[in-house]
């Protein structure tokens, strides 16, 4: 088969393992709610739909670099993926995510803020806000423009941070499960971590439900780090608690008034 046949069907398949990831993951996340929390997305039919188009089309986006740099892998043995467990001292694997999580956080950060100047936040980053509240289907809605500037990250790392392959499916599993709980319009995790000392670190539901309500806040993703340094860091959501050791959360009602449109950064 040729090279460019072989590119492209490897695009192909990288999409399509995008996109089933995604269903999967933010349709598990959904069903969750709709058997936890009956009637939240209530009314919500229309906004699901578009996020789920926008998510389709962001995977086909992932897709493409994602699928060059694995075709590049393994006919050619491009980027620093290993798969010999031994080829690094096993405390590097717990670094290697580690950094890999840091560095996409810092990326996501800077980007984020960029967005929500006036020009690109009408241009692009206005499709992920138009979900008023946001669902555990909005994880991927990014306009394209949106979507190239996630879909480059990963696909740049690994040429640059040795990871092992297993360390590497551990990093895309947490990008995919902080990405669709951040947006469920609920805190699934319970009060102890959230206002513990791990929470003033972490972003779960809570944080980043405030940069939906203010726009001009909370611009992380994993971690709460850039935006204590930057000034950005407004808190949580007053609009849901955390729930309580062994219970569940106080749930936003799905009728509370859309923030005001404040895309300056």
Request: charged share 10%.
């Amino acid at each position: 088969m040729q090279p460019a046949m072989l590119i492209l069907a490897s695009i192909l398949a990288m999409s399509g393992i995008i996109a089933v990831r995604y269903l999967l993951s933010s349709g598990g996340f959904a069903l969750a709610t709709r058997m936890t929390r009956p009637g939240h997305y209530a009314g919500l039919r229309r906004q699901i739909g578009a996020e789920i188009r926008w998510s389709l089309l962001s995977a086909l986006i992932f897709g493409l670099p994602a699928g060059i740099v694995a075709w590049g892998w393994q006919s050619h043995g491009w980027t620093l993926i290993y798969t010999d467990v031994d080829a690094y001292p096993l405390w590097y694997l717990p670094i290697s995510v580690l950094l890999y999580l840091a560095a996409h956080d810092s990326w996501f950060y800077w980007t984020h803020r960029l967005l929500h100047r006036p020009a690109w936040f009408r241009v692009a980053h206005a499709v992920h806000h138009a979900s008023r509240p946001p669902t555990a289907w909005a994880a991927m809605s990014f306009h394209p423009w949106e979507a190239v500037t996630g879909a480059v990250v990963i696909p740049f790392l690994v040429f640059v941070i040795p990871i092992h392959v297993a360390a590497l499916g551990v990093v895309l599993t947490v990008m995919t499960v902080m990405g669709v709980t951040n947006h469920m319009g609920w805190e699934m995790f319970p009060r102890w971590l959230v206002n513990g000392p791990a929470g003033r670190w972490l972003i779960t539901a809570s944080h980043h439900e405030k940069h939906h309500e203010q726009y001009r806040c909370n611009y992380g993703l994993y971690f709460r780090v850039w935006d204590r340094l930057c000034g950005t860091d407004r808190g949580l959501s007053p609009r849901f608690a955390p729930a309580p050791a062994g219970g569940s959360a106080t749930m936003p009602h799905n009728d509370d008034p859309a923030p005001a449109r404040d895309n300056a950064a």
